[in-house]
């Protein structure tokens, strides 16, 4: 690398200068103490793991955006953590082995070989909740809850839309079908495409009932609102895809009781993440960002990948893209200025207690100019240092 390139970052990589940093610092700090309101717990997992840990149960779809490399200590293969969630859920498993209900929250960088879409960064700032013990409705409905007062408490402002799928509906048709696993994956993958002339052409060539084609030739076309619920009704009826669709009714019913402003829209053909989540998944959107603002979902069966069956529902956003959306314009911390007169100890004094109080005080440096934040100074006046205009 050439001298005058070295201070250029990766592609994708980005990093955060004065005042962005500290308007995400503040940020962090506010999404943090949500949840601590809500009663999840803070843990802060390695950014370095053996690589066979993150990429059990759910960390499976993330062997290709995980950087991986030789431990030159023990000769073991590590990686770089893609995603925060497989961590925690390996923490409830073998670190804390609560009984009950568990909930745990997070907020730090991953890193990312690609960038999940063109908006996105490859090192995004993480935060996100993980109730584990629990496998009623509340739970996710508590989760979807938390993930909308994330975005509110970041300063989105727009309509929200709630997207929900559920991926038993998905394997009560598979099941019956009786598909093997590549062709699961081309369904999924003609699926999440909304390929419909090569899901037609899939569908045929499959030997399964004339009913069952229908049904699985239905399953692109099922998304819009509630109304979608009712079609799909009639039109399945294996009991674990019932079963799917009335649990997305109640959910949305507590959801929309609670926010009413949020808007409710379903997606039976939605997948994402699908090797890993067993129930629920959802995500949020708005109208000005073309991807999801934060998503999530069930994923029980991650507990006996880590040798401890636990059922488990979270969510995770990415802090960064919330900041950008906010459009809450960063601006520098104004500061008080202090005569650089460090042998005055009534001065320090009076420097201490102004920092204690909250305020912002820079102390000058000779021959320097005045530091361009600084609005206020400190001036002796009848004995005592006084705050002035500068």
């Avoid at 962005?20 to 962090?28: N, P």
């Avoid at 590549?182 to 037609?200: H, V």
Wanted: with cysteine.
């Amino acid at each position: 690398m050439a001298l005058a390139d070295r201070w250029l970052l990766p592609e994708g990589i980005k990093e955060l200068l004065p005042p962005q940093a500290r308007q995400a610092e503040l940020m962090r700090r506010r999404i943090l103490d949500l949840y601590n309101s809500w009663g999840y717990e803070l843990v802060m997992p390695p950014l370095v793991e053996h690589l066979e840990s993150l990429l059990t149960g759910t960390g499976r779809d993330l062997d290709l955006i995980t950087f991986k490399l030789t431990d030159r200590q023990s000769g073991h293969a590590l990686g770089i953590r893609a995603d925060i969630t497989p961590q925690v859920a390996r923490i409830d498993a073998h670190r804390l082995r609560t009984e009950g209900a568990s909930r745990l929250c997070y907020c730090g960088s991953v890193i990312h070989t690609h960038a999940a879409h063109m908006l996105a960064s490859r090192n995004p700032l993480q935060a996100g909740a993980e109730l584990y013990g629990h496998a009623g409705i509340e739970s996710d409905a508590e989760i979807i809850a938390l993930m909308l007062e994330t975005l509110h408490a970041a300063g989105i402002s727009d309509v929200l839309t709630l997207d929900l799928g559920h991926v038993g509906l998905f394997r009560a048709l598979v099941r019956e079908a009786d598909l093997d696993q590549e062709q699961k994956d081309q369904f999924i993958d003609l699926l999440q495409r909304k390929a419909m002339p090569e899901i037609a052409v899939f569908i045929e060539s499959l030997p399964v009932s004339e009913a069952l084609r229908k049904q699985l030739s239905a399953l692109p076309s099922l998304h819009g609102t509630v109304d979608v619920l009712a079609k799909a009704r009639d039109c399945f009826s294996q009991p674990e895809a019932r079963q799917a669709i009335d649990y997305l009714a109640q959910l949305a019913a507590l959801i929309q009781q609670r926010y009413p402003a949020v808007r409710c829209y379903f997606d039976l053909a939605e997948l994402r993440g699908y090797h890993y989540h067993t129930g629920v998944v959802f995500a949020a959107y708005t109208p000005s960002f073309g991807q999801s603002l934060a998503k999530g979902g069930r994923y029980d069966e991650i507990g006996e990948d880590f040798g401890r069956a636990r059922p488990a529902t979270g969510f995770s956003t990415d802090l960064s893209t919330l900041i950008e959306l906010a459009g809450v314009p960063a601006e520098a911390e104004k500061a008080i200025l202090a005569p650089a007169e460090n042998a005055d100890p009534v001065l320090q004094d009076a420097i201490r207690t102004l920092r204690q109080q909250g305020y912002r005080v820079i102390q000058m440096l000779d021959g320097l100019p005045v530091p361009a934040s600084c609005d206020r100074r400190l001036e002796h006046q009848g004995g005592e240092w006084q705050i002035k205009p500068l």
